[in-house]
């Protein structure tokens, strides 16, 4: 079975600063790997997915994540953030064999403060 | 193209009653997966409904079932509420075939149990 972990629950960051979300996994086989928003009241919205090729991964609204096999990890970053960035993510893991079924992480609050 | 919708998007119900729960998929979009979101538990898969057919499950007792209908709405149902199903549950809907690692989320449903 695979199982994910983000690292931090809540990151306070001020405006303008860079951010690194941590998100580590774990699992016997081959993932694929994503990231998702969800603002307050309503459901997720997909950031970014790495399913093979670049390990370097650009996704929506500035945000990047970069796979690292060695390290079972695959890290969200923005160079600088908004007030707006203000929301949960979620770190996710997919295999092959079960289909779209998607094991989430236990999200990380990001707060952008002024 | 109109995105996942849920409906109701607010339930409040009693302990032992049931309730049913309905999503209806991106146009196009055959798959429909459903999910439990808590402060405690996180997110968790419940099932994925293609064409008409369950095609992967979660761990979740037999009182949470589901079925999609031919033009890919589907319905949750779960019966004999308890105070722990309490919770935001969301769809989330993807082509399916062949297997989509980009799904589309739904707002979601917030049950109440009381």
């Given amino acids: ?114 | 193209k109109a995105g996942v919708t849920q409906t109701p998007r607010y339930l409040i119900k009693t302990r032992g009653q049931q309730v049913t729960l309905s999503c209806s998929p991106i146009s196009g979009h055959r798959s429909v997966s459903w999910y439990q979101q808590t402060p405690g538990q996180g997110l968790q898969f419940l099932f994925e409904y293609f064409s008409e057919t369950q095609r992967n499950k979660g761990n979740f007792p037999g009182r949470f079932s589901g079925r999609q209908f031919s033009n890919s709405r589907s319905e949750m149902n779960v019966s004999t509420l308890e105070l722990g199903d309490s919770a935001l549950y969301l769809c989330a809907s993807s082509l399916g075939d062949p297997i989509s690692y980009e799904q589309y989320f739904g707002p979601g449903t917030r049950l109440t149990v009381t």
């Fill in chain 1, 1 to 114: 079975a695979q199982s994910v972990t983000q690292l931090d629950s809540q990151v306070p960051v001020f405006e303008e600063a860079p951010v690194e979300l941590r998100c580590n996994y774990s699992s016997s086989v081959s993932v694929y790997l994503f990231w998702y928003v969800q603002y307050p009241n309503q459901g997720l919205q997909l950031l970014l997915k790495y399913l093979s090729g670049s390990t370097l991964v650009k996704g929506i609204n500035g945000f990047e994540a970069e796979f690292n096999k060695s390290q079972t990890s695959f890290h969200l970053r923005k160079p600088s953030v908004h007030i707006s960035d203000t929301a949960e993510y979620f770190c996710a893991v997919s295999i092959k064999t079960s289909g779209s079924r998607l094991t989430f992480g236990e999200g990380t609050q990001l707060t952008v403060n002024p």
